[in-house]
C-alpha cells in the first residue's frame, strides 16, 4: 500500500524559506504524479504544484510562481516543495498526494493523500 509522510513545515517570518519533503514508500505504477495541496482554515483545499515520477514536468498555482519550486528525488523517493518569498497568505496545512500517470489541480483525483504539514508564516 502507498503510503506519503509530509515533513518540514514550521513557524517562518514574513519572506522567509522553508522546505517540504513529501515521503513516498510503497509501490506506485511506473508513471505517477506527486502534487502539493494546501488548505487554509475556513477556505477549501487548493492546488499549489505537481510533479510527474517520469520526465519531471511540473506546473504552479499562479500565486506561487517564482517562489515555490517542487523537485524530486528518485533514488529516495521523494519529492520536495521549495518555499520562498514566504507570506501570510501562504499559511496553511500542506499535503502531498499521488495519482497514477498525470498531473491535476483537483483534491478528487487523488487517491493517496500525506497526514499535512503545518506551515505558519508570522511576525
Known amino acids: 500500500q502507498l503510503q506519503l509522510v509530509e515533513s518540514g513545515g514550521g513557524l517562518v517570518q514574513p519572506g522567509g524559506s522553508l522546505r517540504l519533503s513529501c515521503a513516498v514508500s510503497?509501490?506506485?505504477?511506473?508513471?505517477?504524479?506527486i502534487a502539493w495541496f494546501r488548505q487554509a482554515p475556513g477556505k477549501e483545499r487548493e492546488g499549489v504544484s505537481c510533479i510527474l515520477s517520469t520526465g519531471g514536468s511540473t506546473n504552479y498555482a499562479d500565486s506561487v510562481k517564482g517562489r515555490f519550486t517542487i523537485s524530486k528525488d528518485n533514488a529516495k523517493n521523494t519529492v520536495y516543495l521549495q518555499m520562498n518569498s514566504l507570506n501570510s497568505e501562504d499559511t496553511a496545512t500542506y499535503y502531498c498526494?499521488?495519482?497514477?500517470?498525470?498531473?491535476?489541480?483537483?483534491?478528487?483525483?487523488?487517491?493517496?493523500w500525506g497526514q499535512g504539514t503545518q506551515v505558519t508564516v508570522s511576525s
Open positions: 498526494a499521488q495519482r497514477n500517470y498525470y498531473c491535476s489541480k483537483y483534491r478528487a483525483d487523488f487517491s493517496t
Open positions: 510503497g509501490k506506485p505504477t511506473k508513471n505517477y504524479a
